[in-house]
């Protein structure tokens, strides 16, 4: 068995690399989306924490908190699927474009942009009609109507149907997408 031997490096060079600046953060790359589910993901961690807290702690359960925490993962489920779209990081399988012929393989890609956005179209004319036959009933434990809930997914499913909207005529414009290329990135991705 052969040992691999440590890089050599000196005490200096690792003290030294303590003094270069840090690079700049660049968020230009994050879209709305990004940020309102990275504020819900720590409003939940918030309520969740409490949750905890109240339970373990306090020996006296806060019993709204599991209710809204399961109300906000489902917002991040969300909008954190509307990141994806705009990210076209979906899952996908690519291997069959790989052995497709391009004409072939660039039909497959328009009917697939087109079928995700007549799919998500569907999605948000169901969402409010949900929406809309719901709306007014009350949540179990905190005295709030189920359409701010279902109005929220509602407007998750509009927010992709657009990313994909804007991603098929991406796809459409440069000729090229993520499943005929996987090492293809879109411009302006983090």
Request: hydrophobic share 55%; proline share 4%.
């Amino acid at each position: 068995m052969i040992e691999r031997q440590p890089d050599a490096a000196t005490g200096a060079s690792i003290a030294d690399a303590f003094d270069e600046a840090p690079a700049e953060a660049d968020l230009s790359g994050y879209a709305l989306e990004d940020w309102l589910t990275f504020a819900i993901f720590w409003v939940l961690c918030g309520v969740v924490f409490l949750q905890f807290f109240t339970r373990y702690v306090l020996n006296d359960s806060a019993s709204w908190t599991e209710e809204i925490a399961r109300y906000l993962l489902v917002g991040v489920v969300f909008l954190g699927s509307a990141m994806c779209v705009r990210l076209d990081r979906h899952v996908q399988v690519d291997l069959l474009y790989r052995y497709l012929p391009r004409t072939v393989s660039r039909v497959l890609v328009t009917c697939v942009d087109l079928l995700r956005v007549g799919f998500l179209g569907y999605a948000v004319w169901l969402a409010i009609e949900v929406t809309m036959r719901v709306g007014s009933q009350t949540m179990t434990m905190v005295s709030l109507p189920m359409g701010i809930v279902f109005g929220f997914v509602a407007a998750a499913f509009a927010a992709m149907c657009l990313r994909a909207l804007i991603l098929a005529i991406h796809h459409l414009r440069t000729g090229s997408s993520i499943l005929e290329a996987p090492t293809y990135d879109l411009p302006g991705t983090p």
